[in-house]
Nanobody
Framework: VQLQASGGGLVQAGGSLRLSCAAS????????MGWFRQAPGKEREFAAA????????YYVDSVKGRFTISRDNAKNTMYLQMNSLKPEDTAVYYC??????????????????WGQGTLVTVSS
């Protein structure tokens, strides 16, 4: 399974970006996909996740109301629309695919495939 993240960049505070993560592979069978982020000097943290079946969403409190996660099942692609960006959103954003059998979508241990990161920089 390969996960390809894209869409990062430099944006001013208050601006918007949309991240994409395309999943491919012969036996892709994840239950959900998520975004984690790691700011400079900080640990990686959960940002958002969505289930493939039913589209249940999960968000960390700091992004609720500003970020919207969605998916296109036909394309095996997940999106993260980020609005009202703040400098503290600056981080490398990683997409990942997970299984409920491994744990909660909020927990990195539940993810068994990870994509490369895409850098989001929000200037003040």
């Amino acid at each position: 399974v390969q996960l390809q993240a894209s869409g990062g960049g430099l944006v001013q505070a208050g601006g918007s970006l949309r991240l994409s993560c395309a999943a491919s592979g012969r036996t892709f069978n994840g239950n959900f996909m998520g975004w984690f982020r790691q700011a400079p000097g900080k640990e990686r943290e959960f940002a958002a996740a969505i289930s493939w079946i039913g589209g249940r969403t999960y968000y960390v409190d700091s992004v609720k109301g500003r970020f919207t996660i969605s998916r296109d099942n036909a394309k095996n692609t997940m999106y993260l629309q980020m609005n009202s960006l703040k400098p503290e959103d600056t981080a490398v954003y990683y997409c990942a695919s997970g299984l409920y059998a491994l744990g909660s979508p909020r927990n990195s241990d539940a993810y068994n495939y990870w994509g490369q990161g895409t850098l989001v920089t929000v200037s003040s």
